[in-house]
């Protein structure tokens, strides 16, 4: 079992770069295909970007194609957001998810097939 706690959520304003970080505890972060998903009062969650267990592999929702990206130090035993040229319309709160039963070189956009989730954290994008 792992746990996952995000943080660097905040307020920040259109067209800044902001960074998420999401500690995994309990087993080497290694272990788990790692995504990040996100979700606004109201509406479903929304996958947003996901990295493969080893190989690098990874894989972006195409709403923040090209402006976020993923990685992942497993020696830390954490997973990175780095979201550049925010948007208001990317004001969610942002979760952390991993699981241990994808392949290792594999990535999903479900949430259901993550089994480990984060508290969340929220960030906002004034405009």
């Known amino acids: 079992q792992v746990q996952l706690v995000e943080s660097g959520g905040g307020l920040v304003q259109a067209g800044d770069s902001h960074r998420l970080s999401c500690v995994a505890s309990?087993?080497?972060?290694?272990?788990?295909?790692m995504a990040w998903f996100r979700q606004v009062s109201g509406k479903e969650r929304e996958f947003v970007a996901a990295?493969?267990?080893?190989?690098?592999?990874?894989d972006y929702a195409d709403s923040v194609k090209g402006r976020f990206t993923i990685s992942r130090d497993n020696a830390k035993n954490t997973v990175y957001l780095q979201m550049n040229s925010l948007e208001p319309e990317d004001t969610a709160v942002y979760y952390c998810?991993?699981?241990?039963?994808?392949?290792?070189?594999?990535?999903?956009?479900?949430?259901?097939?993550?089994?480990?989730w984060g508290q969340g954290t929220q960030v906002t994008v004034s405009s």
């Open positions: 998810a991993a699981d241990e039963r994808l392949g290792l070189l594999r990535t999903s956009p479900r949430g259901r097939e993550y089994h480990y």
């Open positions: 309990g087993r080497t972060a290694s272990s788990y295909t």
């Open positions: 990295v493969s267990r080893i190989g690098g592999r990874t």
